[in-house]
Each structure stands twice: as structure tokens, then as C-alpha cells.
């Protein structure tokens, strides 16, 4: 499984990170810091699953390119 984690603080997605990779260790995590940078990783690379902290400067749901993700029901 691949997680793509969008999160602006840093202390939060090492800790997300931390707590995953605790429980999950054979799970590939990718980490964003940035809204901008999170999108392009997503349209860049396949997920299996986004984390995305919807509280991140300049974040707007609507804007977010789920139509070009290579993306299947969970």
C-alpha cells in the first residue's frame, strides 16, 4: 500500500508517520508539506490513500484534482 500524507506542520506528519509505520511497517508513505506540492504528487504518482489535512493554507476541497488521480472505490 502507498499513503500520500498532506501536512503543512511537520512535527504532525512525523508523528502520522511515526504512528503508521509503528503499525504498518511494510506500507511506502510519501509526504507532502504543501498544498500545492501534495497535488502535484497526486496527480504525479499513485496512491492507495491521501491523507490530507484540510485545515492547510490555501486548501479548497473543490480545487483538488481528484478527476486526474488514478483512483478505484474503496
Known amino acids: 500500500m ?7 506542520d511537520e512535527n504532525k506528519s512525523k508523528t502520522i508517520t511515526e504512528f ?3 503499525i504498518y511497517p511494510n506500507i511506502k508513505l ?5 498544498y500545492q ?4 504528487m ?3 504518482y499513485k ?3 491521501l491523507l490530507l489535512d484540510m485545515s492547510i493554507p490555501n486548501f479548497d476541497i473543490t480545487e483538488f484534482p481528484f478527476w486526474s488521480i488514478n ?3 474503496v
Open 20 to 22: 503508521i509505520s509503528s
Open 71 to 73: 483512483t478505484q472505490p
Open 42 to 44: 497526486a496527480i504525479d
Open 30 to 34: 510519501s509526504v507532502a508539506h504543501s
Open 2 to 8: 502507498n499513503i500520500l500524507i498532506v501536512e503543512d
Open 47 to 49: 496512491y492507495d490513500l
Open 37 to 40: 506540492s501534495g497535488v502535484q
